[in-house]
Nanobody
């Protein structure tokens, strides 16, 4: 069942910016905290940012000061503004609820940071 759809990925140069969006189902989004996860080649999936239903945010140390997560509860949409991108940010980015994951992951958004 399609419940999560990520978009906005692409190829950018180091120092560039990208904005990811996540369209979620109402059941997944409306009454839950949401998070952005990423998985780089050969690495474990990691939580990089999350936002509560009250819009309180938390970030992994690796992205603090560079990424901003936000949500629009009326539109069931999650966002991740990514600034000052580094090659180590290269990964497939996924959205999902937090802390209890929807079992149906989206296809993810590929983010590649390279010169």
């Amino acid at each position: 069942q399609v419940r999560l759809v990520e978009s906005g990925g692409g190829l950018v140069q180091p120092g560039g910016s990208l904005r990811l969006s996540c369209a979620a189902s109402r059941s997944t989004f409306r009454s839950s905290a949401m998070g952005w996860y990423r998985q780089a080649p050969g690495k474990e999936r990691e939580l990089v940012a999350r936002v509560s239903i009250y819009c309180a945010t938390n970030y992994a140390d690796a992205v603090k000061g560079r990424f901003t997560v936000s949500r629009d509860n009326a539109k069931n949409t999650l966002y991740l503004q990514m600034n000052s991108l580094k090659p180590e940010d290269t990964a497939v980015y996924y959205c999902n609820s937090f802390p209890f994951l929807d079992i149906y992951w989206g296809q993810g958004a590929q983010v590649t940071v390279s010169s």
